[in-house]
């Protein structure tokens, strides 16, 4: 069977026993789900919670990575349904892992990023995927260059009160001695004219 994932934008996973769903594009790169967010260090064993999709979905989807003392599993047996990594087989045991065997799954591989970070749906409801990824980065940027724009603008107006300011001060002093009294205002000062002999 042939999987074309580009094209695939179904997988629709649920946490029945709780917990939410995550896709995390970096950090754990982990998959499945958990009642923690799991995306900076991973999911703790307690956390962990089973999951499962719709029937239709069978095998629409790639298998996640495990660690070394599990295997990936995707089971259906008529309505009930079970994905993830587990010690012993959750498709002998009514598509149920035991909390015990239950190991995190993660993301390694191109057709993992592609298969599970495409859908849009996975950015729904706080679960992390490369589209909050993208938004992040889109909004550091738009912010950082309105922040650049404000700074720049108010040096803009602070060079150009200055050189009013200096053109003022230059028309003043022409024809004799600029004072200027403790409250910041100039005025000229005129010697006193002479009398004779005085």
């Not at 603008?153 to 001695?177: I, P």
Request: net charge negative.
């Amino acid at each position: 069977m042939s999987l074309q994932l580009s094209k695939r934008h179904v997988f629709s996973p649920s946490c029945s026993s709780g917990g939410e769903w995550y896709a995390c594009s970096s950090g754990s790169k982990f998959l499945g789900c958990c009642t923690t967010n799991p995306c900076a260090s991973g999911c703790a064993q307690g956390n962990l919670r089973n999951v499962t999709f719709l029937p239709s979905e069978y095998g629409t989807f790639p298998d996640a990575s495990c660690g070394g003392s599990s295997d990936f599993f995707s089971c259906l047996s008529g309505d009930k349904t079970f994905w993830g990594c587990c010690k012993s087989d959750p498709c002998a045991n009514n598509q149920t892992c035991p909390a015990g065997d239950l190991v995190p799954a993660f993301m390694e591989r191109p057709e993992q990023y592609s298969g599970y970070l495409s859908d849009p749906s996975t950015a729904d409801h706080g679960h992390r995927s490369e589209t909050q990824d993208t938004g992040t980065i889109i909004g550091g940027a738009v912010g950082g260059g309105l922040g650049l724009a404000i700074v720049i603008a108010a040096l803009l107006l602070l060079l150009c009160h200055r050189n009013k300011q200096n053109r003022q001060h230059e028309d003043s002093t022409e024809g004799g001695h600029t004072c200027f009294s403790p409250v910041g205002e100039s005025y000229q000062y005129q010697a006193p004219a002479q009398v004779n002999g005085e």
